[in-house]
């Protein structure tokens, strides 16, 4: 029998909401087709589909990133404003398409308000100018009588934005992108940026751009921007054929993390920073079967996926003094937990796991005792078409667990995956604390088997199933089902 022990006293510290945030690009149908569609009877007038909204209200999405991504290295912002009609149609050279403009910086702003949520801008670091990034902010949170504030007042916008994120560039690190940059040459181009950006609007905050958080770019990056930075990027995507391999996929964020957070600490020694740095993982997801541009990158989730996905989200809540924003990539159609066509949309398996997480998941990380059987991989089951591996072989827990209580302590939330295929695993899950578990609610996801997907025609083979427990004590006995995710949500007496 497995055991999950929880001390209320052992606090990790507190989970930032931000890690459930989420990313939209202009790529494939992620925008167009997806969160907008003009002259949809599913839109609204401002063009936003209703019934995609519906499925993101329940995220509870802190923070959306935009316009990129790769997309935002080609992309001058000022193409996206004003009467629609009159907007430049462009060559798109990222993903090898055409861009409308029809949606822009004012329709972004105003879709964060309809589904509240904050905005995070990346800005073009590869064809884009100081100035073109000194307007952007001037037009979305200048109060003055200048020029760009007065053209969003002229566009209808009185209000300015008050947008406090910007992202500086986008994987200016990569072949792929356009502007592509060394670490030397990127930190000193980005320090030009962000002092003109700063100088516009001193209450913004910057995230520089990171890649794996280990390699020499991180370190570079770091030591030349860590006193004009809050977050360092990373972007790392998982995934594999193989079962195992794919589920324990997550455990590479972990690495990334660690040593990101051992790169800061060094950074903030030697130079003296008294301003705290923190990661934002703002590019993650399952992602291993659709790849090319051709493909419009329309992943389709299964179990097991969804599985990967929530012990993505049990180590950001391992590692929530690290990690303070997360953004999965992306929110629809495009690698997403939401796709849809011209008559309405599905869930993927892996909305189920993000929803469950920023819903029920509570305000203090607890650092859980785990003992459950254990899994290793053979070098022949690391089979990835991305440049890292799982990150080793393990042995790795079948069941992956974090706790989360409130701050009065009267509430815990338990997040388990049970990654074995074929088993269930009773755990024992005892207090140290002289407290009573109560009134406890098992939500499960799962399905007939870890291959399942959901589709237009079988949009619930994986759902989530919710029970209320007859159980209540110290110590109370669950049995996590095979290839599951559970999140039990208890009442402390």
């Not at 060559?91 to 398409?97: D, V």
Request: proline content about 4%; hydrophobic content about 35%; aromatic content about 12%.
């Amino acid at each position: 029998m497995s055991k999950i022990k929880i001390d209320l006293e052992r606090k990790i510290g507190n989970v930032d909401r931000r890690i459930y945030s989420g990313f939209i690009e202009h790529l494939g149908r992620c925008i167009y087709g997806g969160i907008y569609e003009e002259n949809s009877p599913l839109s609204d007038e401002h063009g936003f589909r209703k019934d995609v909204m519906d499925a993101v209200r329940p995220l509870r999405m802190p923070l959306l990133r935009w316009p990129g991504g790769n997309f935002v290295s080609g992309y001058h912002w000022t193409d996206g404003i004003g009467p629609k009609e009159e907007r430049p149609r462009r060559i798109e050279l990222a993903w090898h398409t055409e861009e409308s403009n029809r949606f822009g910086i004012d329709e972004f702003i105003e879709y964060c308000r309809t589904i509240g949520t904050e905005p995070y801008i990346c800005v073009n670091m590869g064809t884009g100018t100081l100035d073109e990034a000194q307007a952007w902010v001037e037009y979305c949170n200048g109060t003055g009588n200048t020029y760009w504030a007065n053209l969003r007042r002229q566009n209808g916008h009185e209000e300015p934005y008050n947008v406090v994120y910007w992202g500086l560039g986008n994987e200016m690190y990569g072949r792929w992108q356009i502007g592509m940059l060394s670490a030397e040459d990127y930190v000193k181009k980005a320090i030009e940026f962000a002092k003109v950006m700063q100088w516009t609007d001193p209450n913004i905050q910057f995230i520089s751009c990171g890649l794996n958080g280990w390699s020499d770019w991180d370190r570079i990056v770091l030591e030349g921007l860590a006193s004009f930075v809050r977050y360092h990027s990373i972007h790392i995507y998982t995934g594999s054929e193989d079962y195992y391999s794919n589920v324990f996929s997550a455990h590479q964020a972990e690495r990334a993390l660690r040593n990101s957070q051992a790169m800061i600490d060094i950074v903030r020694y030697e130079q003296n920073i008294e301003h705290p740095i923190h990661i934002a993982y703002d590019e993650w997801n399952i992602w291993y079967r659709m790849r090319e541009a051709d493909t419009r990158l329309e992943e389709k989730y299964s179990l097991a996926d969804a599985l990967a996905v929530a012990s993505y989200l049990n180590s950001f809540i391992r590692h929530c003094n690290t990690v303070k924003i997360a953004n999965l990539a992306q929110l629809v159609n495009v690698i997403a937990p939401i796709f849809t066509n011209e008559q309405g949309l599905f869930l993927q398996t892996i909305y189920h796991p993000l929803r469950l997480f920023s819903e029920h998941m509570l305000e203090t990380a607890l650092d859980v005792f785990v003992d459950s059987e254990t899994y290793t991989l053979s070098p022949e089951q690391e089979v990835s078409p991305w440049p890292h591996r799982v990150g080793d072989l393990g042995p790795f827990k079948m069941l992956d667990v974090t706790v989360t209580c409130d701050t009065s302590e009267r509430e815990l939330a338990i997040a388990v995956v049970n990654r074995d295929r074929d088993h269930a695993h009773t755990a024992t899950i005892q207090l140290t604390d002289p407290a009573t578990l109560t009134g406890v609610v098992a939500y499960e996801v799962n399905g007939k088997s870890p291959e399942v997907i959901n589709s237009f025609e079988q949009p619930h083979a994986v759902n989530v199933q919710e029970h209320r427990l007859d159980l209540e004590g110290q110590n109370i006995n669950y049995t996590f089902a095979p290839h599951s995710f559970t999140l039990l949500r208890a009442r402390l007496a």
